[in-house]
Protein backbone atom coordinates (compact mmCIF):
# COMPACT_ATOMS: atom_id res chain seq x y z
CA UNK A 1 0.00 0.00 0.00
CA UNK A 2 1.30 3.23 -0.89
CA UNK A 3 0.02 6.09 1.12
CA UNK A 4 0.81 9.15 -0.07
CA UNK A 5 1.20 12.06 2.50
CA UNK A 6 3.45 14.79 1.11
CA UNK A 7 4.08 16.71 -2.32
CA UNK A 8 7.12 14.70 -2.67
CA UNK A 9 5.26 11.27 -2.68
CA UNK A 10 2.39 12.53 -5.21
CA UNK A 11 4.92 13.85 -7.60
CA UNK A 12 6.17 10.49 -7.77
CA UNK A 13 3.44 8.46 -7.67
CA UNK A 14 1.96 10.56 -10.49
CA UNK A 15 5.15 9.87 -12.46
CA UNK A 16 4.21 6.32 -12.50
CA UNK A 17 -0.35 7.19 -12.95
CA UNK A 18 0.29 9.19 -16.34
CA UNK A 19 1.73 5.81 -17.72
CA UNK A 20 -1.45 3.91 -16.73
CA UNK A 21 -4.50 3.76 -19.55
CA UNK A 22 -6.78 2.39 -16.67
CA UNK A 23 -7.03 2.64 -13.05
CA UNK A 24 -9.49 1.87 -10.82
CA UNK A 25 -10.26 5.10 -8.44
CA UNK A 26 -12.84 5.09 -5.40
CA UNK A 27 -13.72 7.77 -3.16
CA UNK A 28 -14.64 7.51 0.31
CA UNK A 29 -16.89 10.51 2.39
CA UNK A 30 -15.61 12.12 5.27
CA UNK A 31 -18.74 11.42 7.16
CA UNK A 32 -20.92 8.76 5.65
CA UNK A 33 -23.77 9.50 7.91
CA UNK A 34 -24.85 12.48 5.60
CA UNK A 35 -25.50 12.72 1.86
CA UNK A 36 -21.58 12.74 -0.16
CA UNK A 37 -22.80 16.45 -1.15
CA UNK A 38 -22.31 17.43 2.26
CA UNK A 39 -19.58 15.72 3.46
CA UNK A 40 -16.65 16.05 1.49
CA UNK A 41 -13.82 13.58 1.20
CA UNK A 42 -11.81 11.81 3.25
CA UNK A 43 -9.54 9.84 0.98
CA UNK A 44 -9.07 8.55 -2.84
CA UNK A 45 -7.93 5.05 -3.16
CA UNK A 46 -6.14 4.32 -6.47
CA UNK A 47 -5.56 0.71 -7.64
CA UNK A 48 -3.46 1.06 -10.63
CA UNK A 49 -1.50 -2.21 -12.73
CA UNK A 50 1.22 -2.93 -9.94
CA UNK A 51 -0.14 -0.97 -7.10
CA UNK A 52 -2.84 0.44 -4.48
CA UNK A 53 -2.43 4.04 -3.38
CA UNK A 54 -3.75 5.81 -0.78
CA UNK A 55 -4.74 9.61 -1.20
CA UNK A 56 -5.76 11.44 2.10
CA UNK A 57 -7.52 14.96 2.37
CA UNK A 58 -9.42 14.47 5.98
CA UNK A 59 -8.25 11.80 7.93
CA UNK A 60 -6.95 11.37 11.59
CA UNK A 61 -4.55 8.54 10.59
CA UNK A 62 -2.81 10.45 8.04
CA UNK A 63 -1.11 13.74 7.33
CA UNK A 64 -3.51 15.87 4.53
CA UNK A 65 -3.21 16.16 0.90
CA UNK A 66 -5.29 19.87 -0.61
CA UNK A 67 -8.26 18.47 -2.06
CA UNK A 68 -6.80 20.10 -5.65
CA UNK A 69 -4.20 17.18 -5.74
CA UNK A 70 -7.15 14.83 -6.85
CA UNK A 71 -7.48 16.92 -9.73
CA UNK A 72 -3.94 15.73 -11.21
CA UNK A 73 -5.51 12.46 -11.35
CA UNK A 74 -7.69 13.57 -13.90
CA UNK A 75 -5.68 12.20 -16.95
CA UNK A 76 -6.89 10.77 -19.94
CA UNK A 77 -7.06 7.75 -18.22
CA UNK A 78 -10.37 5.01 -18.13
CA UNK A 79 -11.05 5.28 -14.39
CA UNK A 80 -13.21 2.60 -13.22
CA UNK A 81 -15.02 3.14 -10.46
CA UNK A 82 -17.64 0.74 -8.18
CA UNK A 83 -20.54 3.42 -8.20
CA UNK A 84 -19.27 6.46 -10.63
CA UNK A 85 -22.58 8.89 -9.00
CA UNK A 86 -20.82 8.40 -5.34
CA UNK A 87 -17.92 9.22 -6.21
CA UNK A 88 -18.38 12.37 -8.41
CA UNK A 89 -19.90 13.82 -5.44
CA UNK A 90 -16.81 14.18 -3.69
CA UNK A 91 -13.89 14.01 -6.56
CA UNK A 92 -14.90 15.32 -10.40
CA UNK A 93 -13.12 12.67 -11.88
CA UNK A 94 -13.25 12.54 -15.72
CA UNK A 95 -13.48 9.23 -17.74
CA UNK A 96 -15.44 7.32 -15.17
CA UNK A 97 -16.93 3.71 -16.13
CA UNK A 98 -19.61 2.29 -13.61
CA UNK A 99 -19.32 -0.72 -12.54
CA UNK A 100 -22.15 -1.37 -10.79
CA UNK A 101 -24.07 -0.33 -14.08
CA UNK A 102 -22.36 -2.23 -15.97
CA UNK A 103 -22.79 -5.20 -13.81
CA UNK A 104 -26.69 -4.22 -14.29
CA UNK A 105 -26.44 -4.27 -18.02
CA UNK A 106 -25.80 -8.42 -17.57
CA UNK A 107 -28.04 -9.10 -15.20
CA UNK A 108 -31.19 -6.68 -14.39
CA UNK A 109 -29.97 -6.59 -10.87
CA UNK A 110 -27.39 -4.63 -9.17
CA UNK A 111 -23.53 -6.44 -8.18
CA UNK A 112 -23.37 -7.14 -3.84
CA UNK A 113 -19.78 -6.54 -2.65
CA UNK A 114 -18.25 -7.50 0.81
CA UNK A 115 -18.33 -4.62 3.21
CA UNK A 116 -16.82 -5.70 6.44
CA UNK A 117 -18.35 -3.58 9.32
CA UNK A 118 -15.51 -0.79 10.95
CA UNK A 119 -17.17 0.90 14.23
CA UNK A 120 -20.79 1.83 12.19
CA UNK A 121 -21.55 4.60 14.92
CA UNK A 122 -18.64 6.00 13.94
CA UNK A 123 -17.59 8.52 11.34
CA UNK A 124 -15.25 7.59 8.75
CA UNK A 125 -12.73 10.09 9.55
CA UNK A 126 -12.03 8.64 13.10
CA UNK A 127 -12.18 4.91 11.65
CA UNK A 128 -9.24 3.43 11.20
CA UNK A 129 -7.88 4.48 7.60
CA UNK A 130 -6.81 0.97 6.69
CA UNK A 131 -10.04 -0.96 7.73
CA UNK A 132 -11.55 1.52 4.92
CA UNK A 133 -9.12 0.94 2.52
CA UNK A 134 -9.85 -3.13 2.80
CA UNK A 135 -13.71 -1.88 1.89
CA UNK A 136 -12.09 0.05 -1.33
CA UNK A 137 -9.96 -3.11 -1.98
CA UNK A 138 -13.16 -5.44 -2.11
CA UNK A 139 -14.35 -2.86 -4.55
CA UNK A 140 -11.83 -3.00 -6.61
CA UNK A 141 -11.97 -6.92 -6.83
CA UNK A 142 -15.51 -6.80 -7.18
CA UNK A 143 -14.88 -4.60 -10.19
CA UNK A 144 -12.23 -6.79 -12.07
CA UNK A 145 -14.21 -9.43 -11.81
CA UNK A 146 -17.11 -7.44 -13.50
CA UNK A 147 -15.22 -6.13 -15.85
CA UNK A 148 -13.78 -9.77 -17.18
CA UNK A 149 -16.52 -10.35 -17.03
CA UNK A 150 -19.08 -8.00 -19.16
CA UNK A 151 -16.07 -5.30 -20.39
CA UNK A 152 -17.65 -6.04 -23.74
CA UNK A 153 -20.69 -3.53 -23.24
CA UNK A 154 -18.24 -0.80 -22.18
CA UNK A 155 -17.97 0.57 -25.82
CA UNK A 156 -21.45 0.03 -26.74
CA UNK A 157 -23.75 2.49 -27.14
CA UNK A 158 -26.58 1.55 -25.02
CA UNK A 159 -23.60 1.78 -22.01
CA UNK A 160 -22.38 4.39 -23.16
CA UNK A 161 -25.43 6.39 -23.08
CA UNK A 162 -26.26 5.32 -19.64
CA UNK A 163 -22.78 6.02 -17.84
CA UNK A 164 -22.11 9.12 -20.08
CA UNK A 165 -25.68 10.47 -20.24
CA UNK A 166 -27.77 8.87 -17.41
CA UNK A 167 -25.90 8.61 -14.51
CA UNK A 168 -23.86 11.68 -15.16
CA UNK A 169 -27.70 13.66 -15.52
CA UNK A 170 -29.08 12.10 -11.90
CA UNK A 171 -25.45 13.16 -10.06
CA UNK A 172 -26.34 16.80 -10.95
CA UNK A 173 -29.75 16.95 -10.09
CA UNK A 174 -28.73 15.57 -6.96
CA UNK A 175 -26.09 17.89 -6.34
CA UNK A 176 -28.55 20.62 -6.98
CA UNK A 177 -30.45 20.15 -3.87
CA UNK A 178 -34.01 21.02 -2.73
CA UNK A 179 -34.65 23.92 -0.67
CA UNK A 180 -36.62 24.25 2.69
CA UNK A 181 -36.70 25.47 5.92
CA UNK A 182 -34.76 23.64 8.06
CA UNK A 183 -37.53 23.76 11.36
CA UNK A 184 -40.50 22.54 8.86
CA UNK A 185 -38.48 19.38 7.17
CA UNK A 186 -37.37 18.27 10.44
CA UNK A 187 -41.23 18.67 11.94
CA UNK A 188 -42.50 16.92 8.79
CA UNK A 189 -39.83 14.29 7.72
CA UNK A 190 -38.60 13.76 11.76
CA UNK A 191 -35.28 14.28 10.34
CA UNK A 192 -32.26 16.82 10.35
CA UNK A 193 -31.03 16.36 6.81
CA UNK A 194 -30.70 20.12 5.38
CA UNK A 195 -27.40 21.51 5.52
CA UNK A 196 -26.97 25.45 6.61
CA UNK A 197 -28.44 26.49 3.18
CA UNK A 198 -31.80 24.54 3.76
CA UNK A 199 -30.56 22.02 1.24
CA UNK A 200 -31.43 18.49 1.04
CA UNK A 201 -30.11 16.01 -1.19
CA UNK A 202 -31.84 12.83 -2.54
CA UNK A 203 -30.07 10.01 -4.07
CA UNK A 204 -31.56 8.41 -7.40
CA UNK A 205 -31.15 4.36 -7.40
CA UNK A 206 -31.05 3.23 -11.59
CA UNK A 207 -30.61 -0.30 -10.90
CA UNK A 208 -34.24 -1.51 -10.26
CA UNK A 209 -35.97 -4.27 -12.88
CA UNK A 210 -37.70 -2.01 -14.50
CA UNK A 211 -35.34 1.03 -15.15
CA UNK A 212 -37.39 3.40 -13.62
CA UNK A 213 -35.11 5.07 -10.80
CA UNK A 214 -36.20 4.81 -7.17
CA UNK A 215 -35.24 8.03 -4.94
CA UNK A 216 -35.35 7.90 -1.39
CA UNK A 217 -32.28 9.23 1.12
CA UNK A 218 -32.52 8.14 5.26
CA UNK A 219 -35.98 7.45 4.96
CA UNK A 220 -37.30 10.46 3.19
CA UNK A 221 -38.81 8.82 -0.24
CA UNK A 222 -38.11 12.14 -2.44
CA UNK A 223 -39.72 9.53 -5.40
CA UNK A 224 -43.15 9.40 -3.79
CA UNK A 225 -43.37 12.59 -1.60
CA UNK A 226 -47.04 12.42 -0.75
CA UNK A 227 -49.64 15.47 -0.08
CA UNK A 228 -48.71 16.77 3.40
CA UNK A 229 -44.83 16.36 2.44
CA UNK A 230 -44.35 18.35 -0.92
CA UNK A 231 -45.75 21.88 -0.11
CA UNK A 232 -42.11 21.42 2.56
CA UNK A 233 -40.01 22.33 -0.54
CA UNK A 234 -40.24 25.67 -1.56
CA UNK A 235 -37.54 28.24 -4.03
CA UNK A 236 -34.24 29.27 -2.23
CA UNK A 237 -34.91 32.82 -4.76
CA UNK A 238 -36.21 35.69 -3.57
CA UNK A 239 -39.37 35.87 -5.77
CA UNK A 240 -38.59 32.09 -6.89
CA UNK A 241 -41.24 29.94 -7.68
CA UNK A 242 -41.22 25.89 -7.95
CA UNK A 243 -42.15 24.76 -11.52
CA UNK A 244 -42.98 21.32 -12.57
CA UNK A 245 -42.93 20.36 -16.14
CA UNK A 246 -45.27 17.51 -16.40
CA UNK A 247 -45.23 15.07 -19.54
CA UNK A 248 -49.05 14.25 -20.99
CA UNK A 249 -50.16 10.48 -20.90
CA UNK A 250 -46.78 9.60 -20.92
CA UNK A 251 -46.73 6.02 -21.32
CA UNK A 252 -49.39 6.34 -24.06
CA UNK A 253 -47.48 8.64 -25.74
CA UNK A 254 -44.73 6.06 -26.05
CA UNK A 255 -46.73 3.60 -26.93
CA UNK A 256 -48.08 5.73 -29.79
CA UNK A 257 -44.49 6.46 -31.27
CA UNK A 258 -43.79 2.73 -31.61
CA UNK A 259 -47.20 1.70 -33.14
CA UNK A 260 -47.58 4.36 -35.46
CA UNK A 261 -50.79 5.61 -34.01
CA UNK A 262 -51.52 9.29 -34.79
CA UNK A 263 -50.87 10.90 -31.17
CA UNK A 264 -53.74 14.08 -30.55
CA UNK A 265 -51.69 17.30 -29.79
CA UNK A 266 -54.01 18.17 -26.51
CA UNK A 267 -54.89 15.42 -24.18
CA UNK A 268 -54.76 11.85 -24.72
CA UNK A 269 -57.10 10.68 -21.72
CA UNK A 270 -59.75 13.32 -23.28
CA UNK A 271 -58.99 12.21 -26.58
CA UNK A 272 -59.62 8.16 -25.87
CA UNK A 273 -62.49 9.29 -22.87
CA UNK A 274 -65.06 10.74 -26.37
CA UNK A 275 -63.85 7.38 -27.83
CA UNK A 276 -64.83 5.25 -25.17
CA UNK A 277 -68.43 7.46 -24.18
CA UNK A 278 -69.04 8.52 -27.69
CA UNK A 279 -69.33 12.39 -26.52
CA UNK A 280 -67.91 15.31 -27.87
CA UNK A 281 -67.55 16.56 -24.22
CA UNK A 282 -66.44 14.88 -21.21
CA UNK A 283 -67.46 15.62 -17.41
CA UNK A 284 -65.11 15.68 -14.59
CA UNK A 285 -66.45 12.15 -13.63
CA UNK A 286 -66.19 10.63 -17.42
CA UNK A 287 -62.35 11.84 -17.74
CA UNK A 288 -61.06 10.20 -14.30
CA UNK A 289 -63.22 7.40 -15.07
CA UNK A 290 -61.78 7.12 -18.78
CA UNK A 291 -57.90 7.46 -17.54
CA UNK A 292 -58.65 4.76 -15.22
CA UNK A 293 -59.89 2.59 -17.94
CA UNK A 294 -57.04 3.28 -19.57
CA UNK A 295 -54.80 2.28 -17.50
CA UNK A 296 -56.12 -0.59 -16.32
CA UNK A 297 -56.28 -2.37 -19.83
CA UNK A 298 -52.45 -0.87 -20.92
CA UNK A 299 -50.90 -2.64 -18.70
CA UNK A 300 -52.67 -6.07 -18.79
CA UNK A 301 -53.12 -6.42 -22.95
CA UNK A 302 -54.73 -9.80 -22.20
CA UNK A 303 -57.55 -8.26 -21.25
CA UNK A 304 -58.54 -6.09 -23.12
CA UNK A 305 -62.14 -6.44 -24.10
CA UNK A 306 -63.17 -7.47 -27.70
CA UNK A 307 -65.01 -3.81 -27.87
CA UNK A 308 -61.69 -1.97 -27.27
CA UNK A 309 -60.11 -3.92 -29.60
CA UNK A 310 -62.27 -2.28 -32.35
CA UNK A 311 -60.32 1.49 -31.35
CA UNK A 312 -56.62 1.53 -32.86
CA UNK A 313 -54.87 2.29 -30.11
CA UNK A 314 -55.93 -0.76 -28.17
CA UNK A 315 -55.29 -3.00 -31.02
CA UNK A 316 -51.56 -0.88 -31.44
CA UNK A 317 -51.44 -2.02 -27.76
CA UNK A 318 -52.14 -5.39 -28.37
CA UNK A 319 -49.89 -5.79 -31.36
CA UNK A 320 -46.91 -4.13 -29.72
CA UNK A 321 -47.64 -6.38 -26.78
CA UNK A 322 -47.14 -9.43 -28.63
CA UNK A 323 -44.17 -8.39 -30.84
CA UNK A 324 -42.10 -7.59 -27.65
CA UNK A 325 -43.22 -10.94 -26.13
CA UNK A 326 -42.40 -12.48 -29.84
CA UNK A 327 -38.90 -10.68 -29.66
CA UNK A 328 -38.26 -12.62 -26.02
CA UNK A 329 -39.11 -15.77 -27.09
CA UNK A 330 -37.05 -16.32 -29.90
CA UNK A 331 -33.70 -14.06 -28.04
CA UNK A 332 -34.28 -14.14 -24.40
CA UNK A 333 -34.14 -10.61 -24.22
CA UNK A 334 -36.07 -7.29 -24.99
CA UNK A 335 -34.79 -3.91 -25.69
CA UNK A 336 -35.89 -0.35 -25.07
CA UNK A 337 -36.49 1.67 -27.38
CA UNK A 338 -34.35 4.99 -27.26
CA UNK A 339 -31.12 3.50 -26.06
CA UNK A 340 -31.41 -0.43 -26.66
CA UNK A 341 -30.55 -1.41 -23.26
CA UNK A 342 -31.22 -4.99 -23.12
CA UNK A 343 -33.32 -6.71 -20.60
CA UNK A 344 -32.92 -10.03 -19.61
CA UNK A 345 -36.40 -12.02 -18.29
CA UNK A 346 -34.83 -14.98 -16.95
CA UNK A 347 -33.85 -12.51 -14.03
CA UNK A 348 -37.35 -11.38 -13.36
CA UNK A 349 -40.07 -13.06 -11.44
CA UNK A 350 -43.30 -14.64 -13.50
CA UNK A 351 -41.74 -12.82 -16.43
CA UNK A 352 -45.22 -12.15 -18.90
CA UNK A 353 -46.10 -10.67 -21.91
CA UNK A 354 -47.60 -7.71 -19.48
CA UNK A 355 -44.63 -7.52 -17.89
CA UNK A 356 -42.13 -6.90 -21.18
CA UNK A 357 -44.64 -3.94 -22.79
CA UNK A 358 -44.37 -2.71 -18.87
CA UNK A 359 -40.92 -2.52 -18.83
CA UNK A 360 -40.08 -1.98 -22.25
CA UNK A 361 -42.52 1.57 -20.75
CA UNK A 362 -41.12 2.32 -17.92
CA UNK A 363 -37.16 1.88 -19.43
CA UNK A 364 -38.05 3.75 -22.27
CA UNK A 365 -39.37 6.82 -20.48
CA UNK A 366 -36.47 6.91 -18.33
CA UNK A 367 -33.99 7.26 -21.66
CA UNK A 368 -35.80 9.83 -22.73
CA UNK A 369 -37.01 12.10 -19.58
CA UNK A 370 -33.12 11.98 -18.81
CA UNK A 371 -32.36 12.52 -22.51
CA UNK A 372 -34.07 15.88 -22.45
CA UNK A 373 -33.11 16.82 -18.92
CA UNK A 374 -29.24 16.69 -19.80
CA UNK A 375 -29.94 18.77 -22.67
CA UNK A 376 -32.27 21.22 -20.30
CA UNK A 377 -29.43 20.87 -17.64
CA UNK A 378 -26.74 22.58 -20.49
CA UNK A 379 -29.24 24.97 -21.33
CA UNK A 380 -29.20 26.28 -17.50
CA UNK A 381 -25.71 25.77 -16.96
CA UNK A 382 -24.92 29.49 -16.64
CA UNK A 383 -28.54 30.53 -15.20
CA UNK A 384 -29.76 30.70 -11.43
CA UNK A 385 -32.67 28.34 -12.21
CA UNK A 386 -31.98 24.91 -11.02
CA UNK A 387 -33.62 21.14 -11.84
CA UNK A 388 -34.56 19.81 -8.31
CA UNK A 389 -35.71 16.30 -8.73
CA UNK A 390 -37.09 14.23 -11.35
CA UNK A 391 -40.37 12.34 -10.81
CA UNK A 392 -40.06 9.90 -13.79
CA UNK A 393 -42.84 11.84 -16.26
CA UNK A 394 -42.02 15.20 -14.81
CA UNK A 395 -39.20 17.21 -13.89
CA UNK A 396 -39.48 19.70 -10.91
CA UNK A 397 -37.35 23.16 -10.96
CA UNK A 398 -36.65 26.08 -8.49
CA UNK A 399 -37.32 28.77 -10.82
CA UNK A 400 -35.74 31.96 -10.25
CA UNK A 401 -37.98 34.42 -12.52
CA UNK A 402 -35.19 37.05 -12.28
CA UNK A 403 -32.50 35.09 -14.55
CA UNK A 404 -32.90 34.96 -18.54
CA UNK A 405 -34.25 30.69 -18.05
CA UNK A 406 -37.08 30.97 -20.95
CA UNK A 407 -40.17 29.34 -19.68
CA UNK A 408 -41.10 28.81 -23.32
CA UNK A 409 -37.22 27.55 -23.63
CA UNK A 410 -37.67 25.11 -21.11
CA UNK A 411 -40.89 23.92 -22.46
CA UNK A 412 -39.74 23.44 -26.06
CA UNK A 413 -36.22 21.53 -24.74
CA UNK A 414 -38.67 18.62 -22.04
CA UNK A 415 -41.05 18.88 -25.66
CA UNK A 416 -39.83 15.89 -28.16
CA UNK A 417 -41.62 13.96 -31.05
CA UNK A 418 -45.11 13.48 -29.84
CA UNK A 419 -44.32 13.84 -26.29
CA UNK A 420 -45.80 17.29 -24.96
CA UNK A 421 -45.66 18.70 -21.64
CA UNK A 422 -48.05 20.55 -19.08
CA UNK A 423 -46.19 23.67 -16.73
CA UNK A 424 -47.19 23.88 -13.36
CA UNK A 425 -45.92 26.96 -10.59
CA UNK A 426 -46.55 28.21 -7.61
CA UNK A 427 -45.16 29.11 -4.08
CA UNK A 428 -44.24 25.56 -2.71
CA UNK A 429 -43.88 22.14 -4.84
CA UNK A 430 -47.60 20.37 -4.31
CA UNK A 431 -49.11 23.62 -4.29
CA UNK A 432 -49.08 24.23 -8.16
CA UNK A 433 -51.75 25.61 -10.69
CA UNK A 434 -50.92 24.79 -14.59
CA UNK A 435 -49.56 27.77 -16.58
CA UNK A 436 -50.03 27.97 -19.83
CA UNK A 437 -47.46 29.80 -22.48
CA UNK A 438 -47.65 30.07 -26.35
CA UNK A 439 -50.98 28.96 -27.40
CA UNK A 440 -53.25 27.72 -24.38
CA UNK A 441 -53.58 23.43 -24.12
CA UNK A 442 -56.76 22.40 -23.77
CA UNK A 443 -55.98 20.11 -21.09
CA UNK A 444 -57.78 18.78 -18.18
CA UNK A 445 -55.78 18.70 -14.48
CA UNK A 446 -54.13 15.58 -13.25
Known amino acids: MNVIETKEQLESFLEHYQDQSEVFVDAVPADQT ?8 SFVFVRTSSQDALLPVRHNDATRLSPKDLLKLNTSAVKYAYDKKAVLHLVPFR ?17 TVSQPTVYPNAKNIYRPIMRLVEKCQNRADRCKEIVESSGELIKKTPFRKYNEEIIETLFRVERNGMYSDAWEFDEVFGKDLTDS ?12 QTGRPSNAFKGVNYAALDEEERPVFQSRFDGGKMLNVDYDAFHLRIVSALTGYDAPSGSFHEHLGKLYFGEEELTEEDY ?11 YNPKGI ?24 QEHGVISTAKHGRQITGSNIENFNPAKALNYVLQATSTEIVCSQLSELLDYLSDKDTEVVLYLYDSVLLDYNPSDDAELSEIKSIMETGDLTVDLEMGERFGKLEEIHIDEPKQTKGR
Open 95 to 111: NLVDCKLLYYFKHNRPP
Open 34 to 41: VHRRRSGV
Open 305 to 328: PEELLQLRFFSSVKELTERIWDIY
Open 197 to 208: NGLSYSNYNLYT
Open 288 to 298: NDAKKFTFQFL
